[in-house]
């Protein structure tokens, strides 16, 4: 029986099945997303070409996330001609099936591929601009700049005119484009300076100044759903955890601690957002972003920040009812201590998923006498860096109601493995440490 004749229900029941598309275990990520195999897309592809009634069902699956960075995250290797599919994508009838767009470099620059960045770069400042709007339905945005590599040898240094043209073409493509659909914006530049020109476009409305009318770029980050900002450039001391590289020409001209605020204003900018994700390389001092207006959070993950009690526990506090997972590596408290916090996250009533992983105190900060001496490389990292063990009593009260959360809301279950300190005695019953 051919696909025309089968039911169109039928038939997009089996574009389902071969696409094969399956959600992300909650027990290990703090935002579950359908994660498709590419060899199911290369399946999808040839499904799409058995009949018409194939295709219709077909299309929709194979072009709703298109990736038009130079390097393939799969393979590694470059695209060929990317952007202009893109372009070419954006100016026929399938344009309609398309929710998420990625682009810039998509991997770890090497001077080998300067003649083919320029190009890319070039044509990124013009073509984005020119095809989002044809994408109507366009959710998802993720733009990344060069990633870094962990050690100590230097990256291969990333020309400066790509990095300004790669924040300029940010900075164009939401400054005068209206994304009427965009609810997902994802972020990845070398460096928090690179967010200055983005945060000076939505600097009049966070700061309150009274403006005739929105510009596009408000509207979409006041419409954001998600927001996800990362800085990649780890160069210099401080970058890494354990390693410390030569710092790059722009990281000593513009310090990511010194340019922190240009990275929370534009965070700012976005207050209705429900998913919050900011990763940082060297830590950069949270206090500086006012988190005021953000009061329906369910997600949030950070990374290398810093923050004092008082300012973290509002963030909670202030979105207590929707709160549904913390994530945590490599944050600091420059005041206060974790059994603090830990506890107070013990009463978030729909708290289902919580990671910590390297958290420590500001050796800087006024919990400074609870931060151990400096671990040696080969350590296995620890959920908290404390001398104090209510610490981790409270970290094991903190699991054991999350694993009451979740079996309240019929989520799959943590063990032993997954949540290690269950086992240690409840906070309330151990002595004064």
Not at 63 to 92: D, V
Not at 333 to 357: A, K, N, Q
């Amino acid at each position: 029986m051919s696909g025309a004749r089968l039911p169109a229900e039928l038939v997009d029941l089996i574009a389902l099945y071969v696409e094969g598309a399956q959600w992300q275990d909650s027990r290990y990520t703090a935002h579950p997303i359908q994660v498709v195999e590419i060899e199911c897309t290369a399946l999808l592809a040839n499904f799409r070409l058995v009949s018409r009634a194939f295709c219709r069902s077909a299309s929709p699956l194979l072009f709703r996330e298109i990736n038009a960075t130079l390097i393939s995250r799969i393979t590694g290797t470059f695209r060929l001609r990317p952007l202009t599919k893109l372009l070419e994508l954006s100016q026929g009838s399938l344009a309609h099936y398309v929710k998420a767009i990625s682009v810039g470099l998509g991997g770890i620059y090497q001077r080998s591929y300067e003649s083919a960045a320029k190009s890319y770069f070039e044509d990124l400042k013009t073509i984005l601009p020119a095809c989002l709007p044809s994408y109507h339905q366009l959710q998802s945005l993720h733009i990344s700049g060069p990633w870094s590599l962990a050690g100590s040898a230097a990256d291969p240094q990333f020309p400066e005119h790509f990095r300004h043209t790669l924040r300029i073409s940010v900075a164009n493509a939401l400054s005068h484009v209206p994304l009427p659909s965009l609810s997902d914006l994802s972020l990845e530049l070398p460096l928090a300076h690179d967010f200055a020109a983005l945060s000076e476009c939505s600097q009049r409305r966070s700061s309150g100044i009274p403006i005739a009318r929105t510009t596009a770029f408000e509207e979409v980050l006041e419409g954001l759903y998600r927001l996800d900002v990362t800085i990649t450039d780890n160069s210099g001391p401080g970058g890494q955890r354990y390693f410390t590289k030569p710092s790059s020409g722009p990281q000593i001209a513009y310090p990511n601690p010194k340019y922190a605020p240009e990275l929370f204003r534009f965070v700012e900018a976005a207050p209705n957002v429900k998913f919050l994700r900011i990763r940082a390389t060297h830590v950069v001092d949270m206090d500086l972003c006012s988190f005021a207006k953000f009061r329906n959070l369910h997600v949030l993950e950070l990374r290398n920040l810093k923050a004092s009690i008082d300012n973290f526990l509002h963030i909670i506090e202030q979105n207590m009812d929707s709160l549904r997972a913390v994530d945590l590596e490599d944050f600091q408290l420059t005041s206060g201590t974790w059994e603090h916090f830990l506890l107070m996250l013990c009463s978030v009533p729909r708290l289902d998923y919580f990671e910590i992983s390297g958290c420590s105190y500001d050796k800087d900060g006024l919990s400074a006498w609870l931060a151990p001496q400096c671990l040696h490389i080969f350590d296995n990292v620890r959920a908290i860096e404390t001398k104090s063990f209510r610490d981790y009593h409270a970290l094991g009260n903190l699991q054991r109601q999350i694993i009451a959360n979740r079996a309240a809301a019929g989520l799959p279950q943590m063990d032993e493995h997954d949540f290690q300190y269950t086992s240690w005695v409840p906070l309330e019953e151990v002595d004064i440490l």
